[in-house]
């Protein structure tokens, strides 16, 4: 424990330069910024500020992806209380009761009590995140290539389940996604699959305009096609949080800190469910359930502190297993790789302070939602009022330019534009993007596991379901996939 603190403190002290300052300050209010304008997400935010921090430092374009990615989850809010639309999926949640404070006259109070919730979920997380990586990271050390295999497709298989309506399409999603991970030089004996010829698509689908073009390009066809109304801001008293909202409701911010970090934990969730637990959590315990939906302050709490909480959540599987615990997640992954930092069960033993690097980094973070919260809100929602024609051609040039500027070639803005188009058909038809994300992110993963099983056990798939945690984890698996199918089967037997 005293090493861990040790460790933390030395991050600290590593970061506490003007310059490291400066970046963690100006990202987190890039990710205000992104996370407040609807139809511009987290995950796009971040696969965009991948593209343009390819030259920096790998601990200064780490630092500004989840100053970002904790700004934009808590940007969100502030377009869900003031427009009553969620300017991120996550903030879906704080619609329900931040938009009735606002029209009860009470839009400052609310908007104070979504930075508390923010601040302190994050805070809450960041424990775990801090305490649990280093015990996660050692059992996950006892994991062999069985284990990995499972856990690969238990991510896949479980975002298809909890991030749609239908966990069919959320299963083809993620099977789409581990298919397009499979195109390119096949990586033991070289030889091309899915490629048809072309020499571009031999060298594979690089993940980062892969994911631009899913999560930027394809949001911006989503938000051309749902036209933005104009905008009539609701006038709003002091942004100030009061004490007593904080020591009133203590145990709800507790338990839904909890529940955020351990959504965040499950592979593929995301910080929407996270938020959408809380509250429901919140509601089913609380004394004054006849106010959620009226403007209640305990529902805006629960909903705010749950989403940011599940941001650190979703970080101890990336570190720990190199499974992605969002969409952002995967992207905030994806960037580490690319910056030569290996996540996985290792990481412990050969990088242990980049653990406590993380934790330190969401600190900076949190911090600077809070000074934004506090004392810029006022001048903050008039990137409100910014006309979409405006936004839209902007997002279009960063994200052709971010997926050229990554390895120079053309290729990859038609990946980008391919992604983008194919992402906007799949939402049209209700697929949900975070499995095939997901699929494209793991399917590396599955594919190394699976062949280095096959090879210890000499082709026999037996291990398989034989060692005690691959077992269990296939059983997981094998259960959910029944239980929804049966549930389906239900469900249309009743409708027919």
């Known amino acids: 424990m005293f090493d861990g603190l040790i460790l933390f403190g030395q991050s600290i002290a590593r ?17 205000v910024i992104m996370g407040a304008l609807p139809g511009l997400t987290a995950t796009m935010a971040l696969a965009l500020m991948t593209t343009l921090t390819l030259k920096l430092q790998p601990s200064q374009a780490l630092l500004i992806l989840i100053c970002t990615y904790v700004g934009s989850i808590y940007g969100g809010s502030r377009s869900a209380i003031l427009l009553n639309i969620p300017g991120t999926p996550a903030s879906a949640a704080s619609c329900l009761d931040g938009y009735t404070l606002a029209r009860q006259g009470m839009a400052g109070r ?28 050692g059992m996950a050390l006892k994991f062999g290539a069985y ?5 690969a497709l238990f991510g896949v298989i479980i975002a298809g389940t909890l991030t749609g309506d239908d966990p069919l399409k959320g299963w083809i999603a993620g099977i789409a996604g581990l298919f397009i991970a499979g195109i390119g030089q096949e990586p033991q004996y070289g030889y091309e699959r899915f490629a048809w010829g072309v020499r571009d698509l031999a060298g594979g689908i690089q993940l980062v305009p892969a994911l631009v073009g899913a999560f930027g390009f394809a949001e911006l066809l989503t938000s051309m096609r749902n036209r933005q109304l104009p905008v009539k801001i609701s006038a709003f008293d002091t942004v100030i949080p009061k004490l007593g909202d904080v020591t ?13 970090t351990g959504v965040g934990i499950v592979p593929g969730v995301g910080e929407d469910v996270a938020a959408w637990s809380s509250y429901a959590a919140a509601k089913r315990t609380s004394k004054e359930k006849e106010m959620f939906g009226k403007g209640s302050v305990e529902g805006l709490m629960a909903a705010e502190t749950g989403d940011n909480a599940c941001v650190p959540g979703a970080m101890i599987p990336v570190l720990t297993l190199a499974i992605p615990g969002s969409a952002p997640a995967a992207v905030l992954m ?10 996985g069960p290792l990481i412990m033993v050969e990088n242990p302070s980049f653990v406590y690097d993380v934790v330190a980094m969401m600190l900076f973070a949190t911090i600077g939602i809070l000074i934004y919260g506090l004392v810029l809100t006022k001048a903050l929602v008039q990137v409100l009022r910014v006309p979409q024609h405006f936004i839209v051609p902007i997002i279009f040039v960063l994200c052709s330019v971010g997926s050229f500027a990554i390895a120079g070639r053309l290729f990859d803005v038609y990946v980008m534009l391919a992604f983008g188009l194919i992402g906007f058909f799949l939402r049209c038809f209700g697929y949900p993007m975070a499995p095939l994300v997901l699929g494209i992110v793991l399917g590396d993963l599955l594919e190394k596991n699976l ?33 929804k199918l049966y549930s389906l089967y239900r469900k249309r037997k009743a409708a027919a």
């Open 147 to 151: 284990e990995f295999f499972w856990l």
């Open 451 to 483: 062949r280095r099983a096959l090879l210890l056990s000499d082709g026999d798939l037996s291990p398989f379901f034989t060692r005690p945690i691959s077992a269990c984890v296939a059983a997981l698996i094998f259960g959910t996939i029944g239980f």
């Open 334 to 343: 994806a960037a580490m790789i690319i910056h030569g930092v290996k996540p």
């Open 248 to 260: 009133k409701y203590w145990r709800t911010i507790l338990r839904s800190g909890l529940i955020g």
């Open 110 to 137: 609310a908007m104070g009590i979504a930075t508390t919730g923010s601040v302190l979920g994050t805070l809450i997380g960041m424990f775990f995140l801090a305490g649990f990586t280093p015990i996660l990271g």
């Open 15 to 31: 970061f506490s330069t003007p310059e490291v300052i400066f970046y963690a300050l100006l990202s987190s209010l890039v990710g």
